[in-house]
């Protein structure tokens, strides 16, 4: 079946303008992931969902990020008034049951955002 | 919180050659799971092997195994007969047996593994 897919796959904006990023999980997969790839500050992770509920939202690195998850799918990632530092990859991943058991999260190709 | 190090930023080997990959880690978990992901130039992160912390077999998938050391928070992943499309980024990765809140992978910086033909 199909992977996670995310889109767009590449984005570049302007400091000041707001961007969404979209994340299709693997259909079934309950638990949905967000992390930030960047050259200076590694892999970090963002947030993760189960179902439609963020329980922690303390991993987003500013109150400019947000992020909600409709149906229990689809998620999107959105960043306000982007600034130069938010440029990176953005990733997101879906795996089978609630966090915390272990299972294998599947990622997607990723978001490259720029931000000029 | 935890941390995760590898201290390796980049490796080469040649084809067919075994090559092992360090990574070590700091928690105050005794339950957890430990990752190893290959990212190749795609971007598309895939895991490579999967190893419970209350498991003391080690895992091994095919040509790809790892020595944990738990009393050492060591869990190093040995590449056997090396292949070309082993070459790509390598993440060392942690996740706590139960997150409640922030429950994602907690990464390493990566070491960037080269195989020569």
């Known amino acids: 079946g199909a992977g996670v897919s995310q889109s767009p796959s590449n984005k570049v904006t302007e400091k000041g303008k707001d961007v969404e990023l979209r994340c299709d999980p693997i259909?079934?997969?309950?638990?949905l992931y967000w992390y930030r790839q960047s050259l200076g500050q590694g892999l970090e992770f963002l947030i993760y969902?189960?179902?439609?509920?963020?329980?922690?939202k303390s991993g987003l690195p500013s109150d400019r990020f947000s992020a909600e998850r409709t149906g229990g799918s689809v998620s999107t990632l959105t960043i306000q008034r982007t600034q130069q530092e938010d440029s990176a990859v953005y990733l997101c991943?879906?795996?089978?049951?609630?966090?915390?058991?272990?299972?294998?999260?599947?990622f997607g190709p990723g978001t490259r955002l720029t931000v000029l | 919180a935890q941390t995760v190090t590898q201290s390796q930023p980049e490796m080469s080997v040649q084809e067919a050659e075994t090559v092992t990959l360090s990574c070590t880690y700091d928690t105050s978990e005794n339950n957890y799971y430990l990752f190893w992901y290959k990212q190749p130039p795609s971007r598309q992160m895939i895991l490579v092997i999967r190893q419970e912390a209350y498991k003391q077999q080690n895992a091994t998938e095919n040509r790809f195994s790892v020595n944990f050391q738990k009393a050492a928070k060591s869990f190093s992943l040995k590449i056997s007969d090396s292949q070309l499309g082993d070459t790509a980024m390598y993440f060392c990765?942690?996740?706590?047996?139960w997150g409640g809140g922030a429950d994602g992978l907690t990464f390493g910086k990566g070491t960037h593994l080269i195989i020569q033909p």
């Open positions: 990765a942690f996740m706590k047996h």
């Open positions: 969902f189960q179902g439609n509920s963020a329980p922690d």
């Open positions: 259909s079934g997969h309950t638990a």
């Open positions: 991943a879906s795996s089978t049951r609630t966090s915390g058991a272990g299972n294998e999260q599947f």
